[in-house]
């Protein structure tokens, strides 16, 4: 089974900018997170999506969005983008409690 | 606001030497994850530990979760150049939708130089 795939690999944006993040979990996986991991430090939790309804979300401005599409997959959207913004957004899926991580995405905000 | 703190930040040894690494907290989780992320992947599961006191072992490594279940270490056993990474410990909670969510600590980045 193919894991956990995220797009782009990277991505290059501008100050104030919009961008989307998009995730596909592993086959028979209905939830997805996404976590957002700045250089140096351990993942920060963003939001939690279980059978297309939000379940949890972290501690970040109403900026960041997501939701789930019925075929599970996800997107994460980020608005006025800020320099601080840049960092690997990873996105994991889950049947249970054991989270599988993706590849994530390498956002840069110049 | 749950917070996890991971010690040493940094650990560089020489090749067939131990090394534990420590994971901290005020708050009590359901259950402590391990996981270990190289460079351009994500983390990767190494084990979850979920009863006060519970000790497994992962060939060379050995993970134990703290009595009160507030914190946890990872023993490696003659490291070699192949555990190179970053250790991460993240705690479980159950979030008031039902999430179970991860919190993560700060990452214990490990060098093993042969």
């Known amino acids: 089974d193919a894991g956990v795939t995220q797009s782009p690999t990277h991505l290059i944006k501008t100050r104030g900018q919009h961008v989307t993040l998009r995730c596909s979990p592993i086959?028979?996986?209905?939830?997805v997170s996404w976590y957002q991991q700045v250089l140096g430090q351990g993942p920060q939790f963003i939001f939690q999506y279980y059978e297309k309804e939000e379940r949890g979300r972290g501690n970040f401005p109403d900026r960041f969005s997501a939701r789930q599409f019925p075929n599970y997959s996800s997107e994460l959207n980020v608005n006025a983008l800020l320099l601080g913004d840049s960092a690997l957004y990873l996105c994991?899926?889950?049947?249970?409690?054991?989270?599988?991580f993706g590849p994530g995405t390498r956002l840069t905000v110049t | 606001t749950q917070l996890l703190e991971q010690s040493p930040q940094f650990l560089s040894i020489q090749e067939g030497e131990n090394l534990t690494v420590y994971c901290n907290s005020s708050?009590?989780?359901?259950?402590l994850q391990w996981y270990r992320q190289e460079p351009g992947e994500g983390p990767v599961l190494l084990v979850t530990v979920v009863t006060g006191g519970e000790v497994k072992k992962l060939k060379r490594l050995t993970f134990q979760f703290g009595d009160a279940r507030k914190d946890s270490s990872l023993h490696i056993t003659a490291a070699q150049p192949g555990d190179t990474g970053l250790y991460l410990c993240?705690?479980?909670?159950?979030?008031?939708?039902?999430?179970?969510?991860?919190?993560f600590g700060s990452g214990t980045q490990l060098t093993v130089l042969p």
């Open positions: 708050s009590v989780f359901s259950s």
């Open positions: 993240a705690g479980i909670s159950i979030s008031s939708g039902s999430a179970r969510q991860l919190t």
């Open positions: 086959s028979g996986h209905k939830s």
């Open positions: 994991a899926s889950s049947r249970d409690y054991e989270q599988y």
